[in-house]
């Protein structure tokens, strides 16, 4: 068994991940800032956590210093945040991310890090793939290229073991649903819940590639397991090219009376998503994605059982 940081570990796909890691066993280290973490997303009687911004360099090297794993998921999130407050993105996003490699590099730690299908950003070609060019149109995007810039580079200057994923469109169980960059699903379905109109920026005829929490974890696992590495980043999604207005149609399945307000479009939302999948499928041939309208029910059944827990964390503002 490992000792595993997880930076980001109280948030959504943090502490998921953290759930799973103490199930098979790992000696667990959570670093989170919790500015928009839970601290009841994690058990502290199985994990240890450290209450540390990732743009506090010392702090972060105290808390993961003996880790033999680090899964770096923690960020400053959101688009439409990032546009807002360009700087502090880049402090917690890309400095951070600085700061969690230079412990990297003194120790070993094999290295995972969560990157973001917006950095393709101008790049329109569906579907996409590693090779394609980048061109991040926020600086969210840009942040996150950094990031992945800086992630490669230790792992070619200091033999620091990296392994590089490209996150697309994430759902499931214990993301936040309240706040004002709160993401599109677990928005609409909290707005559903409480017989609210939700909103939708543009027609409704983008696309998105979305990905379940657990098929996400799965990948992290295996990778850890396996001690997978990779020359360049490896899109996390299965292709799966699905419009926000197919998705409507399904929550109305759950929510017959959804009533749907359309908005301007938001500057910095991409308008298709979707990735082919033929790399991560080649590295990760045992993972099998879940069905995107099963994970959807599931994420709606979480959310009207648990959301509450959710739903009431610290306000989310700049």
């Known amino acids: 068994m490992a000792h595993v940081a997880v930076t980001g570990g109280a948030g959504f796909i943090g502490s ?4 799973a890691l103490v199930l098979k066993g790992h000696t667990v280290s959570v670093i989170d800032d919790l500015s928009t973490g839970l601290l009841s997303n994690i058990n502290t009687d199985t994990s240890r956590f450290h209450q540390v911004s990732l743009a506090d360099a010392e702090g972060v090297k105290k808390a993961i210093i003996d880790a033999e794993v680090i899964f770096h998921l923690g960020a400053r999130g959101s688009v439409p945040r990032s546009l807002k407050n360009p700087i502090a993105t880049h402090d917690v996003n890309a400095t951070g991310t600085l700061n969690v490699l230079e412990v990297a590099r003194a120790t070993g730690a094999h290295l995972f890090f969560s990157s973001s299908s917006s950095v393709y950003g101008r790049n329109g070609v569906l579907p996409k793939d ?7 149109m926020t600086p969210y995007a840009a942040s996150k290229l950094a990031a992945e810039a800086y992630v490669q580079a230790y792992g070619t200057a200091y033999n620091v073991p990296v392994t590089l994923l490209r996150f697309f469109n994430v759902f499931g169980p214990k993301q936040r649903p309240d706040h004002e960059y709160a993401a599109v699903l677990p928005k609409w379905i909290w707005k559903a819940m409480h017989d609210e109109p939700i909103e939708v920026f543009g027609d409704g005829s983008q696309s998105r590639d979305f990905t379940y929490v657990k098929t996400v974890v799965d990948i992290c696992l295996d990778a850890m397991e396996r001690k997978v590495t990779h020359d360049g980043a490896i899109n996390l999604a299965y292709g799966n090219r699905i419009s926000l207005l197919e998705t409507i149609e399904m929550l109305r399945k759950y929510f017959p009376n959804l009533q ?5 479009i938001r500057p910095g939302d991409v308008k298709e998503s979707q990735n082919s999948p033929v790399l991560l499928k080649q ?6 994605p879940m069905d995107f309208e099963k ?4 994420t709606v059944d979480w959310l009207k059982a648990f959301g509450e827990t959710v739903a009431n964390g610290p306000t989310v503002s700049d």
């Open 260 to 264: 749907v307000n359309f908005m301007p």
């Open 283 to 288: 590295l990760f041939p045992d993972v099998l």
């Open 295 to 298: 994970a959807l029910s599931e």
């Open 16 to 19: 998921n991940l953290v759930g």
């Open 130 to 136: 590693e090779s394609m060019w980048l061109g991040p």
